[in-house]
Each structure stands twice: as structure tokens, then as C-alpha cells.
């Protein structure tokens, strides 16, 4: 007997999380909008999938990208046809992790900032502010911050015209629990990454350097 069910009820992942782990011989079709897809189990592991033109382990990146649609388990069907060879689990989380990454890189462009930088180790909390020194991206706590010194330091590199400067690298702040490490960002962007003592400070910045070039690089 088949079992039907709503994407929104079940999500793809935990649908082959559950037929590989108890070892199931089974066909996972889901279907939304006009798209239809397949996926095969075979005692553990994913042997065959396919989604529109996609076949293998992309079929699988794509069907787990959906949100809404239908799905049916059919047990005791096999696939003729082997297109994946990767185990389960590493199949599933890399298709989560693509799914993350365009979620990024479809944001704005502080929301990307924010979201790329927050993940870093070390790193306790990200500050995207505009040139006016508004916190774009970010939550303040408590009554004082450091982020007013970092907008009047902001100011003051402007009246100076060093902040757009070809030597510029950053501003590191250091306090008694924290380091706070600022970053320019092109169009009229700061960037403040607040970190904890154990970061090693030249190579978090030629890090998040990296990062922030890679965002500003044109797609």
C-alpha cells in the first residue's frame, strides 16, 4: 500500500532519512507544480534518481530545494538504472547546504554580508550599518555599544578621504572580552564583526576579506 502525503507536512530529507535507514526497497515520486520527479531506494542506499532534465545526485539536490507539492512511497520497487553512488547522508546535506547558499546569494546584498560572516568560528555577532550609520543587518543589546565608535571612527576616516583608500585593510577594536574587527564595504557599507580573544586577527581579516571581494564580485 502506497503512502501519500503532503511536502509540507513531511520534508524530502526526513522522507529519505526514514527509507534509508530502515533499508527499505522503495520509489519516492514527488510532484509540484508541473515538475515530477523519482527517487530509488535499495537496501539503505539511493541507487537512482531523476527530476526534469536531472538525473543522480543533482535529481536529489533539486526535489529536496522543493517546499510545496505532493509526495507517494511505493514499496518494493526497484530501479534497472544506477546514477548515484554517494551515500545518503552526504547526498542530503549537501543539497541542504546548496539550498542555504542560494538563499544567501539571492538576498541583498547586507542580508549576504550578514548571513556569509555570522557562520565564521569565533565570530559572536555581525553589524552591517549604511553610511549614515544606521544598522542595517544586526541587533544592538543594551544601552551603550561599540558601534557608535565605530560610526564616529566612519566619519572621521571620511573627513580624512582615507576610508576608500587603496591601503585600507580594517579596524581592530580590542575590549576586555572581545575584539571588534571593521571592515569597509563598497557601495557605503561598514562592516563590524564582533569575535571573540581566541581569533588570530591577520588571518580573520584576510579571510573575511576574501568573503566580502567574493560577494562584490560581479555574478
Not at 510532484?31 to 534518481?49: L, P, W
Not at 536531472?54 to 507539492?69: P, W
Not at 518494493?76 to 544567501?104: C, F, H, Y
Not at 544601552?143 to 572621521?156: E, S
Request: proline letters at 4%; aromatic letters at 10%.
Amino acid at each position: 500500500m502506497a503512502l501519500v502525503g503532503s511536502l509540507k507536512d513531511l520534508k524530502l530529507a526526513n522522507i529519505i532519512q526514514i527509507n534509508c535507514i530502515e533499508r527499505n526497497v522503495a520509489r519516492v515520486t514527488v510532484s509540484s507544480a508541473d515538475q515530477k520527479g523519482a527517487i530509488y531506494f535499495t537496501h539503505g542506499a539511493i541507487t537512482h534518481a531523476e527530476f526534469g532534465p536531472y538525473v543522480g545526485e543533482r535529481a536529489v539536490h533539486e526535489m529536496l530545494a522543493l517546499t510545496d507539492g505532493e509526495f507517494k512511497v511505493e514499496g518494493g520497487l526497484e530501479s534497472s538504472t544506477r546514477t548515484v553512488t554517494q551515500p545518503w547522508n552526504s547526498i542530503v546535506l549537501e543539497g541542504l547546504r546548496l539550498i542555504d547558499e542560494k538563499k544567501v546569494t539571492s538576498a541583498p546584498i547586507p542580508r549576504q554580508l550578514f548571513g556569509m560572516l555570522s557562520g565564521l568560528k569565533h565570530v559572536r555577532n555581525v553589524f552591517v550599518l549604511n553610511f549614515n550609520g544606521q544598522v542595517i543587518e544586526g541587533k544592538l543589546k543594551g544601552p551603550t555599544h561599540p558601534l557608535t565608535l565605530t560610526f564616529v571612527w566612519y566619519k572621521v576616516k571620511k573627513l580624512l578621504s582615507l576610508f576608500y583608500a587603496d591601503i585600507f585593510q580594517y579596524i581592530l577594536l580590542r575590549r576586555k572580552d572581545d575584539c571588534f574587527f571593521i571592515f569597509e564595504f563598497r557601495p557605503n557599507l561598514i562592516v563590524v564583526v564582533e569575535t571573540d580573544l581566541k581569533v588570530i586577527a591577520p588571518e580573520f581579516s584576510i579571510m573575511v576579506k576574501k568573503l566580502l571581494k567574493q560577494i562584490n564580485s560581479p555574478k
